[in-house]
């Protein structure tokens, strides 16, 4: 268990060797789905952001290096102006209050999430891969076996018979084999509108980058475009997703893959990602008491629904959602 009073002291003591001791207040900037939360230090002229990530539940000196790394080859993430790797403080860029999903809307969206595919595009062509952690078939199938323990068991309560262990078995080795097969990239892993913030320069300054890792180039693509928060028209992502395929084989990320091929991997990797998430929400609410990204779930069985419905081999398991699942929620 955190003692947030004690982590709380420890922050205030830490910046005040880092700042003028009098000059600076602390307030909640924000907190996420981890253990980490953030400060606001508003200063005279500037405001910076302060991370507390207690260790060893969280890493931020992974965060620190990657956010040198991205900064390097031009992707806006916060400088680090101080740190305590030991204790798990940083001190941060403040990017503002504006993440794109506060400013998103049908005659933005162009606009924003040009600027974000032109970042990405940065990103799965010039971030070194040598030391990212590999998304291989024993991870992915790590992240679909929260979708079975926390959402269908622990959370909706179903006992599957043995037929329906038997699909989900199917499915998930058809996504896991979906997603080897793609070209493998620097992938962020949370590439969505919550962690993408709205900034006067080079925007999008990109935060939340710390679980990085080498894996399908579709991923963070379909994390952006259908995305757990925010839905968009089927059209308008068919779009965007088909300007990024062009865009990836301008960029050499791509070689002779073609739209339709794209297409493919981009629907299954979504359906790994919001089978994943589904998971990933159901033990936040459960397990941590976090229970507001529930009302999210309605958005990701959709998307779920909507792939499977244009999906031969995922039939099956459409009808499961539809039958098993979606009354439950």
Same mark, same amino acid.
């Not at 180039?217 to 059209?235: E, K």
């Not at 084989?249 to 794209?262: A, D, H, K, N, V």
């Not at 008491?289 to 999906?311: M, T």
């Given at each position: 268990?955190?003692?947030?009073?004690? !982590?709380?002291?420890?922050?205030?003591?830490?910046?005040?060797?880092?700042?003028?001791?009098?000059?600076?207040?602390?307030?909640?900037?924000?907190?996420?789905?981890?253990?980490?939360?953030?400060?606001?230090?508003?200063? #005279?002229? !500037?405001?910076?952001?302060?991370?507390?990530?207690?260790?060893?539940?969280?890493?931020?000196?992974?965060?620190?290096?990657?956010?040198?790394? =991205?900064?390097?080859?031009?992707?806006?993430?916060?400088?680090?102006?101080?740190?305590?790797?030991?204790?798990?403080?940083?001190? +941060?860029?403040?990017?503002?209050?504006?993440? /794109?999903?506060?400013?998103?809307?049908?005659?933005? &969206?162009? !606009?924003?999430?040009?600027? *974000?595919?032109?970042?990405?595009?940065?990103?799965?062509?010039?971030?070194?891969?040598?030391?990212? #952690?590999?998304?291989?078939?024993?991870?992915?199938?790590?992240?679909?076996?929260?979708?079975?323990?926390?959402?269908?068991?622990?959370?909706?309560? @179903?006992?599957?018979?043995?037929?329906?262990?038997?699909?989900?078995?199917?499915?998930?080795?058809?996504?896991?084999?979906? *997603?080897?097969?793609?070209?493998?990239?620097?992938?962020?892993?949370?590439?969505?509108?919550?962690?993408?913030?709205?900034?006067?320069?080079?925007?999008?300054?990109?935060?939340? =980058?710390?679980?990085?890792?080498?894996? #399908?180039?579709? /991923?963070?693509?379909?994390?952006? @475009?259908?995305?757990?928060?925010? *839905?968009?028209?089927?059209?308008?992502?068919?779009?965007? &997703?088909?300007?990024?395929?062009?865009?990836?084989?301008?960029?050499?990320?791509?070689?002779?893959?073609?739209?339709?091929?794209?297409?493919?991997?981009?629907? !299954?990797?979504?359906?790994?990602?919001?089978?994943?998430?589904?998971?990933?929400?159901?033990? +936040?609410?459960?397990?941590?008491?976090?229970?507001?990204?529930?009302?999210?779930?309605?958005?990701?069985?959709? /998307? +779920?629904?909507?792939?499977?419905?244009?999906?031969?081999?995922?039939?099956?398991?459409?009808?499961?959602?539809?039958?098993?699942?979606?009354?439950?929620?």
């Amino acid at each position: 268990m955190i003692d947030h009073v004690e !982590r709380n002291h420890a922050l205030r003591q830490w910046l005040t060797t880092q700042l003028h001791p009098n000059n600076w207040t602390l307030t909640p900037a924000s907190s996420d789905a981890s253990f980490r939360r953030y400060w606001r230090v508003t200063l #005279p002229k !500037r405001t910076l952001i302060a991370m507390d990530a207690p260790p060893p539940i969280e890493d931020c000196g992974r965060f620190a290096d990657l956010a040198e790394q =991205f900064r390097a080859v031009g992707i806006n993430t916060p400088e680090i102006f101080a740190a305590d790797r030991a204790r798990g403080f940083l001190l +941060l860029t403040d990017f503002g209050r504006q993440t /794109y999903l506060d400013v998103l809307t049908s005659t933005t &969206a162009d !606009r924003l999430y040009g600027d *974000a595919l032109g970042a990405l595009a940065i990103m799965q062509t010039c971030v070194p891969t040598a030391n990212l #952690p590999i998304y291989d078939a024993a991870f992915l199938q790590r992240e679909l076996a929260l979708f079975d323990e926390w959402f269908i068991e622990k959370m909706l309560g @179903l006992e599957l018979t043995a037929a329906e262990q038997t699909l989900l078995t199917r499915v998930n080795n058809l996504l896991i084999a979906n *997603a080897l097969e793609q070209p493998q990239v620097c992938v962020h892993r949370d590439f969505h509108s919550r962690n993408l913030m709205r900034t006067a320069r080079a925007n999008p300054g990109v935060l939340d =980058f710390q679980d990085a890792v080498l894996g #399908p180039v579709t /991923y963070d693509l379909v994390s952006l @475009l259908r995305d757990c928060y925010i *839905a968009w028209p089927t059209q308008r992502v068919t779009e965007w &997703a088909l300007g990024y395929h062009q865009l990836a084989r301008q960029s050499g990320i791509l070689r002779t893959e073609q739209p339709e091929q794209f297409l493919r991997w981009f629907d !299954r990797m979504g359906m790994q990602r919001h089978l994943k998430v589904c998971g990933i929400f159901a033990r +936040l609410h459960l397990r941590d008491g976090k229970s507001h990204y529930l009302a999210d779930l309605p958005r990701i069985l959709n /998307y +779920l629904v909507e792939v499977a419905e244009r999906d031969s081999e995922l039939t099956a398991f459409r009808a499961f959602l539809i039958e098993r699942v979606m009354p439950r929620i």
